[in-house]
């Protein structure tokens, strides 16, 4: 120990000084800014038993080793709404498949962990009739209740109070649509819900159009994601719009999915190298001649898109630029 009342010791391989009569759980937590619960800490060659971390004094001269849980492989590129993570970045529906048992293959296909699910009457007719609970378990998967089918703000809010008072959820999917044709949201109506929903605890993410002045408004009023279509609903269209889809990528302190009207894998790829967080889908799997199938290219394509976003593409040109160098040319 020094004049300064200080010892020296070894962390993971590095030289620390630290204040004498730390015990190894403060020595976590207030020097290191790490959860003594959640760390397994080496003394000297010999594991310290976690419930005595708060008790054994560091001395000086010790050699610690501190660790903890990571999953196994590259997990670095996850991503965060309303403070909870996931690693993948597709997010399906649960509508149109022939039967339950199909959409449950699908879903596993996918890679999925978050999936929407509508709020509907219970058939108080045939109460033991199956259930999507029965084949998706709400344990294993997030569900992400919505609002499909809503053409007004108070709508929308009465059937997400019911899903929270059913299955406790405050993530939600909000969608205000102006009209049956086009699908298209009601901004006006989505903005007031989005508003009152947030005022209520609720963290919505938000359908909207692909502007980026409303998706700003939208995250100002309280959402947790703005989910910008890519085409009307069921279109299958693909992403009609990269410029405005950008704009709300680059102005956006939200993830920024795309909502709606993917069709095939190469445009779930294009909404992920335009920097989106992520890709929501259902009509084109559960309507694809093989779902299960079209369930794993969408996992793939998502995955190929954000691996491109990440590497940087090459720039474009003008003109062609050969690959093989013209010095010494025979």
């Known amino acids: 120990m020094t004049s300064d009342g200080t010892i020296s010791i070894r962390v993971n391989g590095e030289h620390r000084r630290v204040h004498k009569g730390l015990t190894l759980a403060a020595l976590a937590s207030e020097v290191l800014g790490l959860d003594p619960a959640k760390v397994a800490v080496e003394r000297n060659l010999e594991v310290v038993p976690r419930s005595t971390l708060g008790n054994v004094l560091v001395e000086d001269g010790d050699e610690l080793e501190i660790v903890h849980f990571v999953g196994g492989g590259d997990h670095a590129d996850g991503w965060s709404v309303a403070g909870q993570s996931f690693t993948s970045r597709l997010i399906v529906g649960t509508g149109k498949y022939r039967d339950f048992e199909e959409n449950a293959a699908a879903l596993e296909a996918s890679g999925a962990e978050i999936i929407t699910v509508a709020v509907r009457r219970v058939n108080v007719s045939d109460p033991k009739a199956p259930m999507l609970t029965d084949f998706i378990d709400p344990k294993r998967y997030t569900y992400l209740p919505n609002t ?14 019911l899903a929270r008072e059913a299955g406790g959820w405050d993530l939600v999917k909000l969608e205000v649509l102006g009209e049956a044709k086009t699908l298209y949201p009601d901004m006006r109506e989505t903005l007031r819900a989005t508003e009152t929903l947030a005022r209520e605890g609720f963290k919505p993410m938000v359908y909207c159009v692909d502007d980026p002045i409303a998706a700003k408004q939208l ?112």
């Open 148 to 161: 499909a089918g809503c053409f007004t703000a108070e709508e929308a809010i009465r059937t997400l109070r």
């Open 219 to 330: 995250e100002e009023a309280g959402a947790v994601a703005v989910m910008p279509l890519g085409a009307p609903i069921g279109s299958g269209l693909g992403i009609q719009n990269r410029v405005t889809i950008r704009l709300i990528v680059e102005g956006a302190n939200v993830p920024v999915l795309v909502d709606a009207g993917v069709g095939t894998a190469s445009d779930a790829a294009v909404a992920m190298e335009l920097g989106c967080d992520g890709v929501l889908m259902n009509t084109a799997i559960a309507e694809a001649k093989e779902p299960v199938r079209m369930a794993r290219a969408m996992k793939l394509a998502v995955e190929a898109g954000r691996e491109a976003y990440r590497a940087g593409r090459m720039a474009t040109r003008k003109y062609a630029d050969p690959s093989s160098p013209l010095a010494g040319l025979i």
